[in-house]
């Protein structure tokens, strides 16, 4: 079991940053490929990003790839996504979540843990 809380959400400008923390609980957490994945209002859920349990391999989503980067930090139970250059089309809840999988997987039914969400808003 595996739980997860999002934070570092906000309200910024066009062309501006932010940093996205998910913190997990539970001593397993390195065995987990981990997420993001962002949800605007009207839309699906889609996938943003992966880190694989090593942090030496990552995926992205055509969209934010050479604008966002995740990370990890096994040692303080964390993954980030930082996000650069944001458009307003980035505005959406974005959640972490975490995969006892390998590879490269980026549908929701792979994932078994889910957090709560934080609010990202981009501004014009």
């Known amino acids: 079991q595996v739980q997860l809380v999002e934070s570092g959400g906000g309200l910024v400008q066009a062309g501006g940053s932010l940093r996205l923390s998910c913190a997990a609980n539970?001593?397993?957490?390195?065995?987990?490929?981990m997420g993001w994945f962002r949800q605007a209002p009207g839309k699906e859920r889609e996938f943003v990003a992966r880190i694989r349990w090593t942090g030496a391999i990552t995926y992205y989503a055509d969209s934010v790839k050479g604008r966002f980067t995740i990370s990890r930090d096994n040692v303080k139970n964390t993954v980030y996504l930082q996000m650069n250059g944001l458009k307003p089309e980035d505005t959406a809840v974005y959640y972490c979540a975490a995969d006892t999988g390998a590879g490269d997987r980026r549908e929701i039914h792979d994932y078994s843990y889910w957090g709560q969400g934080t609010q990202v808003t981009v501004s014009s």
């Open positions: 539970g001593r397993t957490f390195s065995n987990y490929a």
